[in-house]
């Protein structure tokens, strides 16, 4: 084995250089000093080399993976995000689609029974009618206005009969202050007074009747016949939407059958069967509702005509006693002379 100084190849210039004698099959190396051996292994399977890993590099490796891994989970939070923005667009955009979409709808459905009602007013258009309701309808309206006459005049006889109180009660006053002023004309003075006095009393109780009488047919006229008319009202505009879009389904059906008609031929159909059976419902309905009013109205009217003849007939009679049983009948109070005024506690 032959060896070389490292620091004499370091100053010479030319290569370094071995001879290769026999030798052990390992070689060693000392401090300034290569021992070189011969290559031991084959040509045709070289040793792989073996990489050991740097600590440092492996750690940039790391926090540069875990940074892309953070931005792309921001990614896809952002885009969660922005999607559910656009849900929430679309959610709030569908109540004005909505009131669109009615406005529409109310716009044709007004210009098909306004179409329809100039129609009828002109003599052009046919309407759909049932006598025998549109007759009892009819006698409803000229019964109501005749009661809302009679109303009418049972109020100025009301308060007609309150100023005649009042003058009664007057000349009462003043025939009393005679009699104690007049000692010759004392007795009659004082039966005048008396007698205005008794009247007086007596049209407080037939004025009581009057007012209850009053009070029950208003009831009957401005609550219960007016409910019914209101209904009445609901089924007359009915049956405008029925024969309005019975007249447009009886137009299409009279023109053309093709693929652009029949969708909507179909599409009339359909709506003409919605509004004749909500027709068919208010009319069922009208029906049952007059049969109860005539009912109740008969019983209403019955008791408050017996009340108002007993009462005017007791009053100019005279006869006090059944003037005020009349009352107690129909179980009316009376109410005294300025109860209707607040007390001062009520006041304040």
């Avoid at 004005?96 to 029974?113: H, P």
Wanted: proline share 4%.
């Amino acid at each position: 084995m032959h060896y070389f100084d490292l620091s004499r190849a370091a100053s010479a210039a030319g290569p370094i250089t071995s001879h290769a004698h026999s030798a052990p099959d390992s070689y060693g190396m000392t401090e300034g000093v290569v021992a070189v051996g011969p290559y031991t292994g084959t040509k045709s399977q070289p040793t792989s080399p073996t990489v050991v890993p740097n600590p440092a590099v492996a750690s940039r490796l790391a926090r540069a993976a875990s940074d892309s891994q953070v931005e792309k989970e921001k990614g896809s939070a952002s885009g969660q995000t922005q999607s559910g923005a656009v849900v929430l667009a679309d959610d709030m955009k569908s109540p004005a689609l909505e009131k669109l979409e009615l406005v529409r709808k109310w716009s044709i459905n007004t210009y098909k029974c306004t179409k329809q009602i100039l129609s009828e007013k002109l003599g052009r258009g046919s309407r759909t009618v049932d006598l025998e309701l549109e007759a009892q309808i009819e006698v409803l309206r000229d019964n109501k206005r005749k009661y809302e006459h009679v109303l009418k005049l049972a109020q100025t006889l009301a308060s007609q009969l309150a100023q005649m109180m009042q003058t009664q009660r007057q000349l009462g006053d003043a025939f009393a202050d005679l009699s104690l002023k007049s000692p010759e004309l004392h007795e009659e003075f004082g039966y005048n007074a008396e007698t205005q006095k008794l009247l007086s009393k007596n049209g407080e109780t037939l004025l009581g009747a009057i007012h209850f009488f009053i009070a029950s047919v208003t009831t009957l006229v401005d609550k219960t016949i007016e409910d019914t008319m209101i209904n009445i009202k609901q089924y007359e505009a009915a049956r405008v939407e029925y024969d309005a879009y019975r007249t447009d389904l009886e137009e299409l059906n009279l023109g053309p059958r093709d693929a652009t008609t029949l969708p909507k031929i179909e599409q009339s159909q359909m709506q003409f069967q919605m509004h004749r059976e909500k027709y068919e419902k208010m009319r069922k309905d009208v029906s049952i509702k007059l049969k109860f009013l005539e009912e109740n109205k008969v019983k209403v009217l019955h008791n408050q005509l017996v009340l108002f003849h007993n009462a005017i007939a007791a009053y100019f009679a005279g006869n006090q006693q059944h003037l005020e049983q009349t009352l107690k009948q129909f179980h009316i109070k009376l109410k005294m002379p300025g109860a209707d005024v607040p007390s001062w506690l009520e006041e304040h």
